[in-house]
């Protein structure tokens, strides 16, 4: 397993169903150490980090998507990364960013793809990290960059490939 970076990770928790899932905090909180980790070594950016998670639903990341994205529908995930007009004046971790995550399109999607619903839910953490160290998967050449340090951060989590039926 990678060695944690000094990450602070505020968990906030939008939507109640999120309650139910057994041990979800340490899953959310390995995924997300390990990505920043890897990244930010990969980046040589310096920590410490901060990081919000929203725990949410499909109708606030449907709104979320079509204010930010224009996009008038329900995504998995959502990432805000922060942008610090005065960096002189911040002290203390480095704040990377938001994350959103909606609960029903992530379980339907790890039901529709045979997945464990944690698997996903880490797998989407890793995306959302990624995201907010401005990696991104608009051009072919950057999907295959992002899918293969997804897959390498999850395998440090002994978490198959989320890309293995395609």
Known sequence: MP????????LIVSHEPWHELDELEPLITQAAN????????LLGAQG???????????QQVRQLNHQ??????ATNVLSFPFDN???????????LGDIILALETLT???RDEDKPLRHHIAHLVVHGILHLFDYDHEEPDEA????????????SLHI????RDE
């Not at 007009?85 to 704040?95: A, I, K, S, V, Y």
């Not at 198959?160 to 890309?163: A, E, H, R, T």
């Open 160 to 163: 198959p490939s989320p890309y």
């Open 3 to 10: 060695q944690p970076t000094e990450l602070t990770l505020d």
């Open 48 to 58: 410490p980090f901060e990081v919000a998670i929203n725990l949410s639903n499909d």
């Open 144 to 155: 295959s960059l992002m899918e293969e340090l997804e897959c390498q951060i999850l395998a």
């Open 85 to 95: 007009e005065f960096p002189d004046l911040h002290q203390g971790p480095e704040p």
């Open 68 to 73: 930010f994205r224009g996009k008038d529908k």
């Open 108 to 110: 339907l999607e790890a």
């Open 34 to 41: 390990a990505a920043c980790a890897k990244a930010s070594k």
